[in-house]
């Protein structure tokens, strides 16, 4: 079994970072409002189940 050293380690995780810059990491078919919407709207819905379980508190 073949020892990976830090050096190794972090020298694959910048080439790793380096081609993702290439991308952007941004992907056109997302739009920031509707996604930060939805998940506040989830977990709105979250906490309202959580409420109504706990009714003797």
Do not use: C
Not at 20 to 45: M, Q, R
């Amino acid at each position: 079994m073949t020892k990976m050293s830090f050096h190794s380690t972090a020298a694959q995780l910048v080439t790793l970072a380096a081609e993702g810059e290439e991308h952007g990491g941004n992907h056109n078919s997302l739009d920031p409002l509707l996604t930060g919407g939805g998940a506040f709207v989830i977990l709105l819905l979250l906490l309202w189940i959580t409420t109504r379980f706990n009714r003797d508190r």
